[in-house]
């Protein structure tokens, strides 16, 4: 996957907000209407529907109409790009570190000779 993914960026931005971090932990408990999730920020009724278009935006959940009352719910496999790409970080860096132990390992072995 490429460092500079639209879709990535988007992704991450909106999960840099601990609002809409706190609003995904509770939607990953079940459904919850607009109102029910602006309660707990202490936010306007305005503000909480930015971050909300910026979770849908990113793709993290989806919203729906019934008459004047708007439900979100999340949608877990929008996570996986980010997932895919930490995990591929993590391999990296795993690698990386693999490689410096085994250097270290050989100087030490080196200098008790």
């Given at each position: 996957m490429s460092n500079y993914d639209p879709d990535l960026s988007r992704l991450f931005h909106a999960l840099a907000d601990p609002t809409r971090r706190a609003i995904l932990t509770r939607l990953a408990k079940m459904?919850?209407?607009v109102t029910?999730?602006?309660g707990p920020t202490g936010l306007r009724l305005p503000t909480v529907m930015r971050h909300l278009s910026v979770l849908e935006e990113a793709g993290l959940i989806a919203t729906?109409?019934?008459g004047r009352i708007r439900t979100c719910a999340i949608v877990p496999e929008a996570?996986?790009?980010a997932r895919t790409w930490?995990?591929?970080?993590r391999?990296?860096?795993?690698g990386r570190?693999?490689?410096l132990d085994a250097f270290v390992m050989r100087v030490m072995k080196e200098r008790e000779e």
């Open positions: 459904p919850a209407r029910d999730l602006a729906s109409k019934d996570f996986d790009p930490l995990d591929e970080q391999a990296i860096w795993e570190l693999d490689r």
